[in-house]
């Protein structure tokens, strides 16, 4: 007898790992075992919408809601999918992505996952699958996270950002890719291609950013406060010292692209 568990297990590590054409199979298998697996119907709504075939993702995630009216999971991404059927045809809509087992494995100072913030159009958010790769856009103190037609997806939060402007004007770049997408949340996974010569034994992300902040201070021999902790404007006014020495120039108003030939046409 076939063990729906451990067909459960296996379908979910080949989602994990990106494998579609795995898990839609095991998940099929889950179906005929068990036609009321709710949780088979989403993982197949999930696996076509990565796959950009949205008429199949609606079918399992209807499938879903009507085994579980009250289906979180499924009310959100038939959400998402009501806002591609009334978009546009984009012309990477029925590109597919070709998938790397170790895409999103982690390094130690050298990826990290970032929940972006200030999220852009919906109908941009909801055409994003995982894996696919996007740019990385300095706009003033911030960093912009870009499709690559250059749709705006979001920015990432202050203190990643002050640190990658950082390592961007020292020449360093990252390849950076869709680890998580809905109409509200969106995750990217960064991850250290190269670094510049000035800044080759520095981390690109550390787990106590506020301590990294506060190295310019430390390093020129200034003597911090009592209490151990700096004003906020202050932390800016030394990150902004960094990345103007970096840069060479004080035009903090124009958006630039550090995709890797921009940065070595400069």
């Known amino acids: 007898m076939i063990d729906i568990e451990l067909l459960e297990q296996q379908a979910i590590d080949a989602a994990i790992n990106l494998r579609w054409d795995q898990a839609l199979s095991l998940n099929k298998q889950i179906i005929k075992l068990d036609e009321n697996n709710e949780c088979a119907y989403l993982r197949l709504g999930f696996i076509h919408l990565q796959l950009k075939d949205v008429v199949k993702a609606k079918k399992y995630y209807s499938k879903a809601l009507k085994l579980q009216p009250r289906n979180a999971v ?20 029925n590109h597919q992505i070709s998938f790397n087992p170790d895409l999103f494995m982690e390094t130690a100072g050298k990826t990290k996952m970032v929940t972006l913030s200030n999220l852009g159009q919906k109908d941009i958010l909801a ?29 990432l939060p202050d203190d990643v950002s002050k640190r990658l402007i950082f390592f961007f004007k020292a020449k360093s770049t990252y390849l950076t890719y869709i680890k998580e997408s809905t109409l509200t949340r969106v995750i990217v996974f960064i991850k250290e291609e190269k670094k510049g010569k000035s800044v080759a034994s520095q981390i690109s992300f550390t787990q106590n ?23 906020e404007d202050e932390h800016d006014d030394a990150w902004e010292k960094l990345v103007q020495d970096a ?20």
């Open 74 to 93: 499924a009310v959100q991404n038939l959400e998402r999918i009501k806002v591609l059927e009334k978009t546009k045809p984009h012309k990477d809509d």
């Open 247 to 266: 840069q060479g120039h004080e035009d903090k108003e124009l958006l630039v692209d550090v995709q890797r030939d921009d940065l070595d046409e400069e």
């Open 209 to 231: 950013v506020q301590k990294i902040i506060e190295e310019p201070n430390a390093n020129s021999g200034e003597e911090k406060d009592d209490d151990g902790a700096g004003d």
């Open 127 to 155: 055409r994003l699958t995982i894996g696919e790769t996007v740019n990385l856009k300095i706009k003033k103190r911030r960093v912009e996270v870009r499709t690559t037609s250059d749709d705006y997806i979001g920015t």
